[in-house]
């Protein structure tokens, strides 16, 4: 099945476009879109792949499925389109951003992020309008948990950012050995108070970049 995605991506992942789940989860998916509206919208879905290249990665955020408020999913985590209020996980990064670094960040749009190499993956990458979680365990972890798992083994000195628990799930994935793995509590409301406040994961990704001969990230709204 011939997939459109950015080419770097699609020669790690072409093995996984061949498996029977595959064909199940693109059924599956066609048929969502075509029943109702679905997040993110089908042209964006791999957006997160095709901003930020497989060489050109330097950071990972993980995050779980799009959000489902239709218009501010558009295929980065946390990420919301220009002109769309944040949502309460993004304003509370853009919190700690600011009292990490003391960058003070207006634009909800984080595709200057993955410009610079920050993978803003999803774990699922689409979801049911108005329903979280309706599109997890139909394939889309087996496909992201293969590309945490090929840039793990193929790059070194990756930051993987894992805020929550689910994310931290995907600890297994990844050789600390290589990469450097920042774990804290999930930036939302019910959770940002509890450790992820004060972790300073952008000043200590950069200064691990940096460290290995990389040019850090520039988080603010250049």
Not at 11 to 27: C, D, I, N, V
Not at 38 to 62: M, N, S
Request: net charge neutral.
């Amino acid at each position: 099945m011939d997939v459109r995605i950015e080419a770097s991506w699609k020669a790690r992942l072409e093995g996984e476009f061949a498996q029977p789940y595959w064909e199940r989860l693109t059924a599956f998916v066609k048929a969502e879109y075509a029943a109702g509206p679905c997040c993110p919208p089908g042209k964006t879905i791999f957006r997160a792949f095709d901003l930020t290249p497989f060489e050109q990665v330097k950071v990972v955020i993980l995050g779980q499925d799009p959000y489902h408020t239709p218009g501010a999913a558009m295929g980065l985590c946390f990420s919301v389109p220009e002109g769309h209020p944040p949502q309460p996980s993004l304003q509370n990064i853009f919190k700690e951003l600011a009292t990490d670094v003391g960058v003070e960040r207006a634009r909800a749009d984080l595709s200057d992020w993955a410009r610079q190499g920050v993978f803003l993956l999803n774990s699922v990458l689409t979801v049911r309008a108005g329903t979280a979680g309706s599109h997890a365990a139909k394939g889309w972890e087996k496909l992201t948990d293969s590309a945490i798992a090929h840039l793990s083994a193929e790059r070194e000195h990756l930051v993987f950012l894992l805020w929550g628990g689910y994310a931290q799930a995907k600890r297994s994935l990844i050789d600390p050995g290589r990469h450097l793995v920042l774990a804290a509590p999930h930036p939302s409301p019910l959770s940002a108070s509890k450790g992820f406040f004060g972790s300073k994961p952008f000043s200590q990704a950069n200064a691990y970049l940096q460290a290995h001969g990389q040019t850090p990230i520039a988080w603010g709204d250049g």
